[in-house]
């Protein structure tokens, strides 16, 4: 089952999906889709499409942020219940909405003048709903980044379902990459295995020192997070309790906090 196998590697540590998605990533294109701008959706190829609204459902209750459509995973799809192996792509994290992004959409949504500044980049972004909620509070501009491509196409038809411009999606992984300047750099539940969080603390610090970038980090709890000595350097910013169906999913994890990163 799809959705188990995805809970199963974000409870327990994901080296492996990871090395594979990297390695995956660096074999497909890695583009920046600055021409959706252009011509919103029309870069989609028409299978892909017809495959990802095939293999969807449009929700916007069960999660915190209600004004965002997500085409997601949900029980009456068939991916629920079927066997992982007939997935034909990498493991769909953008198929879900996690607590994390959830808890950072949520507030940008409510506060925002917390991104009305500048420059906004979303990393990891999923099914890119906390970049949506930084164009929908009045981002100057916004980028998404995810080292999966088919999220990168979720993205877009989540853009067409809130009436949102399709912001650039950048496909490669830029972690450890000479740095662009960011006013504020968003990410929602990317602390869910060792080696990544080293390398986003240390990318984050980086940037930070850099340029004086602002960091939000959206984490319910997850002990990885928890574990990890970027926690001690965090501020409490808000804490939300999470709807009934997130917790299911999330082995009874019952809020979601964002956090301010000032080493
Ligand atoms: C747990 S999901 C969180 C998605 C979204 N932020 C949310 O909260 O709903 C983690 C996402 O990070 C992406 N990811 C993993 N490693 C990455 C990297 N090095 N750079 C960018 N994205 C990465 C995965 O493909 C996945 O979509």
Redesign the pocket.
């Given at each position: 089952m799809v959705f188990c196998r995805l809970k199963w590697f974000?409870g327990f540590g994901s080296r492996d999906v990871?090395t594979k998605?990297?390695r995956s990533s660096n074999r497909s294109t890695s583009l920046i889709w600055r021409c959706y701008h252009r011509t919103p959706g029309s870069f989609l190829d028409p299978e892909m499409r017809a495959f990802l609204e095939e293999n969807t459902e449009v929700s916007s209750s069960g999660h915190l942020t209600p004004e965002i459509r997500l085409r997601l995973l949900t029980p009456r799809c068939r991916f629920w219940q079927e066997r992982a192996d007939l997935w034909p792509y990498?493991d769909p994290?953008?198929a879900?909405?996690?607590?994390?992004?959830?808890a950072?959409s949520r507030y940008i949504l409510d506060n925002p003048d917390a991104v009305r500044m500048g420059s906004v980049l979303?990393?990891?972004?999923?099914?890119g709903?906390?970049a949506i909620a930084a164009v929908m509070s009045g981002a100057s501009q916004v980028h998404a980044?995810?080292?999966?491509p088919i999220?990168g196409m979720a993205m877009v038809l989540n853009c067409e379902l809130n009436n949102v411009n399709p912001f650039p999606i950048l496909t490669k992984?830029?972690?450890d990459t000479e740095l662009d300047k960011w006013d504020l750099i968003v990410?929602?539940?990317?602390f869910?295995?060792e080696q990544?969080a080293n390398?986003?603390h240390h990318w984050l610090r980086k940037c930070i020192r850099t340029h004086g970038t602002k960091v939000l980090i959206?984490d319910p709890g997850r002990p990885q997070f928890l574990g990890h000595r970027i926690h001690s350097q965090l501020h409490k910013v808000v804490e939300y309790s999470l709807p009934e169906s997130t917790r299911q999913e999330n082995n009874g994890l019952t809020s979601s906090i964002v956090w301010s990163y000032q080493p």
């Amino acid at each position: 089952m799809v959705f188990c196998r995805l809970k199963w590697f974000i409870g327990f540590g994901s080296r492996d999906v990871l090395t594979k998605a990297s390695r995956s990533s660096n074999r497909s294109t890695s583009l920046i889709w600055r021409c959706y701008h252009r011509t919103p959706g029309s870069f989609l190829d028409p299978e892909m499409r017809a495959f990802l609204e095939e293999n969807t459902e449009v929700s916007s209750s069960g999660h915190l942020t209600p004004e965002i459509r997500l085409r997601l995973l949900t029980p009456r799809c068939r991916f629920w219940q079927e066997r992982a192996d007939l997935w034909p792509y990498g493991d769909p994290f953008w198929a879900i909405y996690w607590p994390g992004g959830q808890a950072l959409s949520r507030y940008i949504l409510d506060n925002p003048d917390a991104v009305r500044m500048g420059s906004v980049l979303d990393l990891g972004s999923g099914c890119g709903a906390t970049a949506i909620a930084a164009v929908m509070s009045g981002a100057s501009q916004v980028h998404a980044n995810d080292i999966d491509p088919i999220a990168g196409m979720a993205m877009v038809l989540n853009c067409e379902l809130n009436n949102v411009n399709p912001f650039p999606i950048l496909t490669k992984n830029i972690i450890d990459t000479e740095l662009d300047k960011w006013d504020l750099i968003v990410l929602g539940d990317m602390f869910y295995d060792e080696q990544l969080a080293n390398s986003l603390h240390h990318w984050l610090r980086k940037c930070i020192r850099t340029h004086g970038t602002k960091v939000l980090i959206g984490d319910p709890g997850r002990p990885q997070f928890l574990g990890h000595r970027i926690h001690s350097q965090l501020h409490k910013v808000v804490e939300y309790s999470l709807p009934e169906s997130t917790r299911q999913e999330n082995n009874g994890l019952t809020s979601s906090i964002v956090w301010s990163y000032q080493p």
